[in-house]
């Protein structure tokens, strides 16, 4: 469908606020919605159901503008770029003086606004009430209240979008920078005018330091953006104290003024149920057996349920009971050359193996994990995770936040590469990127591995746990030591405690499931066809050859297993399901020392791509010349350690 | 500083469960932290609860829980209300 370009909609607010919950309400489409800040990381585009023609943005939370991080950057890209037609705010009808510093810059834009209060039964629970009525007159643009995860207020807001309305200005800045603001204003007016957003807005965050505006100021106004720079470099030397931080206190106090104005709080008795499981979850005593708690149930799911029971229904029951000798009689019947039906359903076939890994042996894990990360991320629990894990990632140089990715990474490690936008600066996103590739297993692959080991005995698992637990500590330790920068303290916000909603829990589960099923099955099968192709060109029979002294000679595996770590670099778990495939030929220390060989090598290609997408194509290749030696090279030391003390 | 005020305390230092007011956001903050505390809505003579300090600080600002490591919440300085106290 092709969307009018001078058309679109802007949803812009906070993070955690519920823009994407009223961006789904609004268009139908779904983006991945979770109580924690920072979910949308790019700006998702689709149709309006009210209207086909408009296009809606759902845009990434900003904390506060002028930009500064990556979320932020995108949302003002998205303001520059798009013909915005409308703004609407969404905003957190419990913390109203947050949302009014937003609008107070936003409203200076001179776009047509609409503000949504949003999750104002959660404010009514608090005893916060807000004067809808007199806070609409006072902006001069229409104000709502809504519940989108309940699709309140939904109706109201989708009428108030043809009355939107650039709304009167918050704020008169103190006289001297509205002086400066006055200067810089005229000459963006005369020299880089905008097509839709007001000089002044821009004039204002430019002063206040936004890179964005500065960098589409620099492009449209070409050499003479240095009289610009100029105007700033005086207005800076002038103000009494940061610029930036001036402007920011301002609209602190007029949004501060207003909000007095028109919230009533009542005296709250005490803390509500919620607010007292999310204490608790967070407590020094009781959060860690919390935590073992989850972590245990999260097994149960995803480790007993998934990789056990459903993967023995799929995969015996169904494929190799009854799909896979019904499409290979079918096969044998229908195609006469030979070459063809081994390629369909021979030892490499295309259905035999490929959908078989795929469909059986994966599906039924990566979709029982994704449910559970549904239901803990709807709570609001994977915040209070970066509290509880923050310690821990202080070894490594990083801080409690990157526990997201990582934890994300036991589900999809591409997902999970992409994730690390939630970072606060580059160091952060590269150790954590270089750990996910190097040391984070996902679920598909960690069902193999706990379905393998798991039948070799629970030392097997336990080993191979430690091994992967310290090689990620210890990789983290020197990558903090090696890598320029220092660590960021965590500051974060905890998004109130709630019960899933599992509609919200199911559709999320289906949206990943369809990324990772996309992703995965041409893999796959592009994988299976390499593997058939290597066979038949008798390639493979040579790189097992070839591979016998690194695989028989330092990893102590049988030379068979080199095949596996062929399949390895298209996907590591199609690598480690191919070990699992030769499992009864391996003695306990080969299927472990082949476990964590396998679990440590090169992550897999659609992983490699956000790698090369998110840190360039040469940082890429450097951490996969650092993983795959630094695999063989562990796996070995873990083969002469295991014969040593278990012989 | 009002008599009913007392001395100016890290917020790294205060019991959990004490209502304070925020007095300053220190110099030792990384600028860019400290727009974004500014940002959550730390602004001067802001009250704020004090719910726990175990593993890290967390407290209550307006209806927001904010959690703070150590190493920020040592260079807020809060006063104390004489008459929560």
């Given at each position: 469908m092709t969307l009018s370009a001078s058309n679109a909609i802007l949803l812009v607010g906070?993070?955690?606020?519920?823009?994407?919950?009223?961006?789904?309400?609004?268009?139908?489409?779904?983006?991945?919605?979770?109580?924690?800040?920072?979910?949308?990381?790019?700006?998702?585009?689709?149709?309006?159901?009210?209207?086909?023609?408009?296009?809606?943005?759902?845009?990434?939370?900003?904390?506060?503008?002028?930009?500064r991080s990556d979320d932020e950057r995108a949302t003002m890209r998205a303001l520059l770029k798009e013909s915005t037609r409308s703004l609407v705010q969404v905003g957190d009808a419990k913390n109203l003086r947050r949302t009014l510093t937003l609008t107070a810059l936003l409203a200076e834009l001179g776009v047509?606004?609409?503000?949504?209060?949003?999750?104002?039964?959660?404010?009514?629970?608090?005893?916060?009430?807000?004067?809808?009525?007199?806070?609409?007159?006072?902006?001069?643009?229409?104000?709502?209240?809504?519940?989108?995860?309940?699709?309140?207020?939904?109706?109201?807001?989708?009428?108030?979008?043809?009355?939107?309305?650039?709304?009167?200005?918050?704020?008169?800045?103190?006289?001297?920078?509205?002086?400066?603001?006055?200067?810089?204003?005229?000459?963006?007016?005369?020299?880089?005018?905008?097509?839709?957003?007001?000089?002044?807005?821009?004039?204002?965050?430019?002063?206040?330091?936004?890179?964005?505006?500065?960098?589409?100021?620099?492009?449209?106004?070409?050499?003479?953006?240095?009289?610009?720079?100029?105007?700033?470099?005086?207005?800076?030397?002038?103000a009494e104290g940061d610029l930036p931080t001036l402007?920011?206190?301002?609209?602190?106090?007029?949004?501060?003024?207003?909000?007095?104005?028109?919230?009533?709080?009542?005296?709250?008795?005490?803390?509500?149920?919620?607010?007292?499981?999310?204490?608790?979850?967070?407590?020094?005593?009781?959060?860690?057996?919390?935590?073992?708690?989850?972590?245990?149930a999260v097994y149960e799911l995803v480790g007993v349920f998934g990789a056990t029971t459903l993967v023995g229904l799929m995969e015996e029951d169904l494929f190799e009971g009854i799909l896979n000798p019904a499409f290979t009689h079918f096969v044998t019947a229908a195609v006469d050359l030979p070459w063809l039906q081994e390629l369909l359903v021979g030892q490499y076939g295309l259905w035999t193996m490929g959908m078989t890994y795929a469909l059986a042996l994966i599906l039924p894990i990566v979709t029982t994990f994704f449910f559970a990360f549904g239901v803990l991320e709807d709570s609001g629990y994977l915040p209070r995770l970066t509290v509880i894990a923050n310690r821990l990632f202080a070894m490594i140089g990083l801080n409690g936040r990157a526990v997201l990715p990582m934890v994300l990474g036991l589900g999809c490690v591409t997902m999970a590469t992409l994730t690390t936008r939630i970072l606060h600066s580059p160091r952060e996103r590269l150790i954590t990127i270089f750990l996910l590739a190097l040391a984070i297993p996902c679920s598909a692959q960690l069902g193999v591995v706990l379905g393998m080991l798991g039948g070799v005995s629970f030392t097997a698992v336990l080993v191979w746990a430690l091994a992967m637990v310290g090689v990620l500590l210890l990789a983290g330790f020197l990558a903090a030591r090696l890598i320029p920068g220092r660590r960021i303290p965590l500051v974060t916000e905890l998004p109130p405690m709630r019960l899933p909603i599992l509609g919200n829990v199911l559709k999320k589960t289906g949206g990943r499931l369809k990324w990772y099923l996309i992703e995965v099955i041409p893999l796959f099968l592009l994988g299976t066809f390499i593997m058939y192709a290597l066979d038949k060109t008798g390639a493979l029979p040579a790189i097992i050859e070839a591979g016998e002294p690194l695989v028989t000679g330092w990893l102590g595996l049988p030379k068979e297993a080199s095949a596996a770590f062929v399949m390895g670099f298209l996907r590591r778990d199609f690598g480690a399901t191919g070990l699992f495939a030769m499992a009864h030929s391996l003695s306990p220390i080969q299927a472990v020392v082949g476990m964590i060989t396998i679990t440590l090598f090169i992550p897999c290609f659609a992983s490699l791509m956000m790698m090369v997408k998110e840190q360039g194509a040469k940082t890429a290749l450097l951490?996969?010349?650092?993983?795959?030696?630094?695999?063989?090279?562990?796996?070995?030391?873990?083969?002469?350690?295991?014969?040593?003390?278990?012989s | 500083m009002s008599a009913k005020h007392e001395a100016r305390l890290p917020l790294a230092f205060i019991q959990p469960g004490s209502e304070v007011r925020l007095a300053a956001l220190g110099d030792e903050i990384d600028p860019l932290q400290r727009e974004q505390l500014t940002a959550y809505g730390l602004a001067e003579n802001r009250p704020l609860r004090v719910l726990q300090q175990r593993p890290m600080t967390v407290?209550?600002?307006?209806?927001?829980?904010?959690?703070?490591?150590?190493?920020?919440?040592?260079?807020?300085?809060?006063?104390?209300?004489?008459?929560?106290?």
């Open positions: 906070h993070p955690n606020v519920g823009k994407s919950v009223l961006f789904h309400r609004l268009t139908g489409a779904y983006v991945n919605v979770s109580n924690y800040p920072g979910t949308t990381v790019e700006v998702t585009r689709a149709s309006a159901r009210f209207d086909h023609q408009v296009a809606l943005l759902d845009t990434p939370g900003v904390l506060a503008l002028p930009s047509p606004m609409v503000l949504a209060l949003n999750m104002h039964d959660e404010a009514a629970a608090r005893g916060v009430t807000v004067d809808i009525a007199a806070l609409g007159e006072e902006l001069g643009m229409p104000v709502l209240a809504t519940v989108a995860t309940g699709g309140e207020g939904i109706g109201e807001l989708t009428a108030s979008l043809g009355q939107a309305r650039a709304p009167q200005a918050l704020l008169r800045y103190d006289a001297a920078i509205e002086d400066d603001i006055g200067q810089v204003s005229t000459w963006i007016s005369r020299h880089a005018a905008h097509p839709h957003l007001a000089a002044r807005g821009l004039a204002i965050l430019y002063l206040g330091g936004d890179s964005e505006v500065a960098d589409w100021l620099r492009e449209t106004a070409g050499e003479q953006f240095a009289e610009l720079a100029a105007l700033r470099q005086a207005a800076a030397s002038r402007l920011a206190r301002e609209r602190t106090e007029a949004a501060d003024a207003l909000a007095a104005s028109v919230i009533q709080r009542a005296v709250k008795s005490s803390p509500l149920l919620s607010q007292r499981i999310g204490q608790y979850v967070v407590h020094p005593l009781w959060g860690i057996p919390i935590l073992l708690g989850v972590l245990f951490m996969v010349g650092l993983i795959v030696p630094f695999a063989f090279f562990i796996g070995g030391l873990f083969n002469i350690a295991l014969r040593a003390l278990w | 407290i209550l600002a307006d209806e927001v829980e904010l959690a703070l490591e150590h190493a920020v919440a040592r260079h807020i300085w809060v006063e104390k209300d004489v008459a929560n106290a």
